[in-house]
């Protein structure tokens, strides 16, 4: 299986570059995934498609302002940071641009030179390794000096952050927003867990995965890139609960996916577990966690969509994605959803 498979024609406006005003307001496709038979409705729709007794499962990860712009100490050359895994000890893995300008025992400075950066080691892909030096607390200071990092894809700036953040980010560490639950508001769960349906909660920390494209033909040479996660025990019981009353267990969103499928391939049950994943899932792999899917549009051949296609079949997604080109909806993070049933 090839990376073109999943390929599909997407014309550039059909990208979204802002969120909507209202976050349930956007279109929401339900797909079959047995039949591939589809229906056309709006995201608050959600509800009527959930049932009580389902379990929600949502990724409760916190986007870090984690696109920083500085300068080389010595040469004042501009240098762009994207903070992608924290290694504890003030040490942070991160994507540099352009690295081939910053080498083992360079530093760079940032803002009024309250945060510097002290490269440690250089890897593959641009990534090096960096020790923070900063007075005060970490957070603060990245708040005051960060951005939001947008995918390249999104050319507009964002005029409110927190519409890169779901309503329930709660666990900071992601490097990128878990999109599927930007369509969630407060309101919409409050009405969802009044019906009876649970809510769980897990976090997985959303990392360079995201912003790298799979360069390989052959996708089963594709390696992911490791990402933490971490599943409660109260999590864990609540959704074997859920299975064995004969109900669904819903993820939201991919990572959510990853996470579940992570711990269900290694135990071949819920359970308490955390650590890091680099679980790459494409047709020919069996979900077994999940039992129904939301998630948005996602990039031509993405690991993203091969994800979808394993849950569903490529025949099925790439239908509905043609279907969704044709309708106009609107893709990737600030774009509309898909409910795979």
């Known amino acids: 299986m090839t990376t073109d498979d999943f390929d599909y024609y997407l014309p550039e406006e059909l990208i979204a570059q802002t969120p909507i005003k209202e976050r349930d307001a956007s279109r929401l496709m ?19 498609y959930l049932n009580e007794g389902d379990a929600l499962v949502l990724n409760n990860t916190k986007v870090l302002p984690a696109r920083l712009i500085g300068e080389k100490e010595k040469t004042k050359a501009v240098i762009e940071v994207l903070l992608l895994k924290d290694q504890g000890n003030n040490m942070w893995e991160c994507l540099v641009k352009p690295a081939r300008r910053i080498h083992v025992g360079e530093a760079i400075t940032f803002g009024d030179g309250s945060l510097v950066f002290l490269c440690k080691e250089k890897k593959d892909e641009g990534i090096c390794v960096f020790e923070a030096k900063y007075e005060g607390i970490f957070y603060e200071i990245l708040d005051k000096l960060g951005s939001m990092p947008l995918p390249p894809y999104i050319h507009e700036k964002l005029s409110d952050k927190d519409r890169y953040q779901t309503v329930y980010a709660k666990e900071i560490g992601s490097a990128a927003a878990p999109t599927a ?69 819903i993820a939201v969103g991919t990572t959510s996916t990853r996470t579940l499928e992570t711990i269900y391939q290694k135990y071949n049950c819920y359970k ?23 998630t948005n549009f996602h990039l031509p051949k993405s690991t993203l969509i091969m994800l979808v296609s394993a849950f569903a079949s490529k025949d099925i997604i790439l239908n509905s994605y043609n279907i969704a080109v044709k309708d106009k909806y609107r893709f990737f993070s600030f774009g509309d959803a898909m409910f795979l049933k």
């Open 30 to 48: 339900i797909v079959d995934r047995k039949t591939g038979d589809i229906t056309h409705k709006h995201f608050y729709d959600i509800i009527d």
């Open 181 to 249: 639950g930007l369509h969630f508001t407060q309101e919409l769960l409050d009405k969802i867990s009044a019906k009876g349906i649970k809510i769980v909660y897990l976090t997985l920390h959303v990392g360079l995965g995201t912003f790298r494209p799979v360069k390989v033909q052959n996708i089963k040479d594709h390696k992911m890139h490791s990402e933490f996660y971490s599943l409660s025990a109260e999590a864990a019981k609540v959704l074997t609960e859920t299975r064995a009353s004969g109900k669904r267990v």
């Open 272 to 294: 308490a577990a955390s650590g890091f994943t680099d679980i790459f899932l494409y047709p020919g792999i069996e979900i077994k966690s999940i039992d129904g899917l939301i």
